[in-house]
């Protein structure tokens, strides 16, 4: 798998802290949901939630696949019913154009290469496939609130925020079409299509 990353050895102590998270904050996250709802293409079987984390986005949303560094995430996600798939997104264990459409929640933050993701995540999807990504805008609310309150501050301390722009530019130089993008409130979704 490669070596592990400061942010991996985070998610495998605190998995449980990560995963209650959303039963805490269940306004935000189901605000969040619904979002993501709206822009995704409905899930088939060929459909796939890449840094799938505890399930929390993947099974209420119908994807069934889902890929994850995370030992500990790992098995919640597949106490939710996923097919879980241990690997990073930089080096997807899934073969080329085997995917009609991508969810990508809250990742971006914790890669050090942003565009080897977009573009590993462009090689698995299909002709014409979907991209639906969503992350904290930089120095939008979510990201000034977390940086005061803690809570999701411990698994945020070292991430790096983008603003919607400089995703969008990532994803136009890895071959997507951006559809769509709403960054109500500092939580940012973009849909996007693969060209």
Excluded: N
Excluded at 3 to 30: G, N, P, V
Excluded at 100 to 126: M, N, W, Y
């Amino acid at each position: 798998m490669g070596h592990e990353t400061m942010s991996d050895d985070i998610f495998e102590r605190y998995a449980d802290d990560y995963d209650s998270w959303f039963d805490e904050h269940q306004e935000e996250y189901l605000a969040e949901l619904s979002r993501i709802r709206q822009v995704l293409p409905p899930p088939d079987s060929r459909s796939i939630e890449v840094g799938v984390g505890s399930g929390r986005f993947a099974a209420p949303l119908g994807i069934r696949i889902g890929v994850e560094p995370s030992r500990a995430l790992c098995r919640m996600a597949d106490r939710r019913g996923i097919g879980v798939i241990r690997g990073r997104v930089e080096a997807l264990p899934i073969r080329t154009e085997s995917c009609s459409s991508v969810l990508f929640v809250t990742v971006i933050c914790f890669l050090d290469d942003p565009g080897a993701a977009f573009r590993e995540i462009h090689r698995i999807l299909s002709q014409e496939g979907f991209l639906v990504t969503a992350f904290i805008e930089r120095d939008g609310p979510i990201h000034r609130k977390y940086l005061l309150d803690g809570g999701k501050g411990r698994f945020l301390s070292r991430a790096r925020f983008y603003s919607q722009e400089d995703v969008c530019a990532f994803l136009s130089e890895t071959g997507f079409d951006v559809k769509k993008g709403d960054a109500r409130a500092g939580f940012c979704v973009i849909a996007a299509q693969k060209i």
